[in-house]
């Protein structure tokens, strides 16, 4: 009888424990937390209060792993937003206009996400889940891993033997340890540390606000000598809205509720703290920190037979890039795509150990070539050519501000429905090189792009905090 392990029982541990139960006799997942009924918040995912956003890639990846999940979380309330119609987007180099676009982000809160995936998996017949259980080490040898030693709740030990474990533990796994401790080399760590924050509140939408309310972005700059600032405001489920702060070191934002609307009006524009100003607020300020970029490079390994890596256990990036979630969706149909065409054959692991280092090559380029430019950075990698790169990528998204096909191919990268060599194209460069051609757009031409703005701010609403409890 075939059995596969998967520790971790997160996003990526699911979609690979949902492949696997088609290829295997037997699953089991090891979850060190306990699953809540509903779409509620738990302890193993601390930044599950923070605001997420499903890029377009991520979010056909998992159609194609769990069919019909977009619709359930649309059924639910997520909202889909249209980079080009529905977003209002302040880059590095200025406003974005708007444009018909194809590219697009689910929006809603990460519990809800979790909990229409979860759902979708908890029932599989041949899948066996071991909640309040702690993945302590592998068996086996340099050779090949065999099983996974755990710690239950009751403190009582034991093994789970598999003939394919696993690692989807996130970015504090402790596999590299436990691989070296059986012989193999230490994996290679890459880290680019910006020192960014997240502050993060949720509100309840005025009744005024138009149910087609936009996103609102506003990326912070990088290159500049000043610590970056920007913020993200996305509608969600239920009538609420979701806003999350960011600053780099030198410049967090507060992560409590003296000097919040401060730090929302120093972003670059006021128009994020404009917004919320009219809205109540349901939960106190949420802080995140600890949000470096990390890479392990498991695929330069001579990887045993019997382990694999996916997701955050092999690259985190800063949550600022929104990639997290489509990575593990992506590793997950690597997983499916080798299985189809070898099974749980000896030499599985190394071969879908490359294609998930392939396909994060792309956004860890551009998150690590970005937070390089932050001041007080800290990081262990030289990327050459950086600054003619950083340089490029600015002229790029000056660009991008007047020039539709050039942001069409920003915003197709930037969701993950196209690799980077997607900007490369040389009509493209051709056009980056000419320049924008058009003035950019002033504020208060950027925001008359979403009358519902407008028509909030005229409204004159005023948030009621009388019951907020906060």
């Known amino acids: 009888m075939s059995e596969a392990v998967v520790i971790g029982g997160g996003l990526a541990g699911l979609?690979?424990?949902r492949v696997l139960s088609r290829h295997a006799d037997r699953v089991t997942v090891i979850e060190g937390d306990t699953y809540p009924d509903g779409p509620q918040q738990r302890k193993g995912l601390p930044q599950g209060r923070q605001n997420h956003m499903l890029m377009a890639g991520g979010a056909e990846a998992l159609d194609q792993l769990l069919p019909g999940t977009v619709a359930r979380l649309t059924a639910a309330g997520a909202h889909t937003l249209r980079m080009g119609q529905d977003m209002l987007t302040r880059s590095s180099e200025g406003w974005f206009r708007t444009f018909e676009d194809e590219s697009y982000t689910v929006?809603?809160?990460?519990?809800?996400?979790?909990h229409v995936v979860r759902s979708q998996v908890l029932g599989t017949a041949n899948i066996t889940f071991l909640e309040s259980t702690k993945a302590v080490g592998l068996t086996g040898d340099a050779n090949k891993v065999t099983g996974v030693c755990v710690e239950r709740a009751d403190r009582s030990e034991g093994v789970v033997s598999g003939d394919l474990v696993v690692d989807a533990s996130g970015n504090r796994s402790k596999a590299?340890?436990?691989?070296?401790?059986?012989?193999?080399?230490?994996?290679?760590?890459?880290?680019?540390?910006?020192g960014l924050t997240y502050?993060?509140?949720?509100?309840e939408a005025p009744a005024e606000a138009a149910?087609?309310?936009?996103?609102?972005?506003?990326q912070a700059v990088p290159g500049t000598g000043r610590p970056g600032k920007g913020a993200a405001?996305?509608?969600?489920?239920?009538?609420?809205?979701i806003v999350s702060l960011i600053g780099t070191q030198g410049g967090q934002p507060p992560t409590a509720e003296e000097g919040f609307m401060d730090f929302a009006r120093d972003v670059g524009d006021p128009v994020v703290a404009d917004i919320i100003s009219t809205a109540r607020p349901l939960t106190p300020v949420r802080g995140s920190r600890g949000l470096a970029n990390r890479r392990r490079h498991y695929h330069k390994l001579p990887v045993p037979d019997g382990f694999l890596a996916l997701g955050d256990a092999v690259m985190v990036l800063s949550p600022n890039y929104a990639t997290g979630m489509s990575m593990a969706a992506f590793g997950a149909l690597a997983l499916r795509t080798r299985l189809k065409t070898h099974g749980l054959e000896p030499g599985l692991s190394r071969k879908v150990q490359d294609d998930v280092a392939k396909a994060g090559e792309g956004p860890w380029t551009m998150a690590s070539t970005t937070d390089l430019f932050f001041p007080g950075v800290k990081t262990n990698i030289t990327v050459r050519g950086a600054a003619m790169q950083q340089s490029m990528g600015a002229r790029y998204s000056r660009t991008a501000a007047a020039n539709e096909d050039v942001l069409r191919a920003v915003?197709?990268?930037?969701?993950?429905?196209?690799?980077?060599?997607?900007?490369?194209?040389?009509?493209?460069?051709?056009?980056?090189?000419?320049?924008?051609?058009?003035?950019p757009l002033t504020p208060g031409q950027a925001k008359a792009q979403f009358p519902q703005i407008g028509e909030l701010f005229a409204s004159g609403v005023k948030p009621d905090l009388s019951d907020a409890g906060l």
Do not use: H
Request: with cysteine; aromatic share 8%; proline share 10%.
């Open 15 to 17: 979609l690979a424990a």
């Open 107 to 114: 929006a809603c809160s990460r519990p809800l996400i979790d």
């Open 176 to 194: 590299s340890e436990w691989l070296a401790g059986m012989g193999l080399p230490t994996v290679k760590e890459e880290f680019v540390d910006a």
């Open 199 to 203: 502050a993060g509140r949720e509100f």
């Open 211 to 218: 149910k087609d309310f936009p996103g609102v972005l506003i």
């Open 233 to 241: 405001f996305m509608p969600q489920e239920d009538g609420r809205w």
């Open 411 to 439: 915003y197709e990268v930037s969701t993950l429905r196209s690799p980077q060599s997607r900007m490369m194209s040389l009509p493209l460069l051709a056009a980056v090189l000419r320049g924008p051609g058009k003035p």
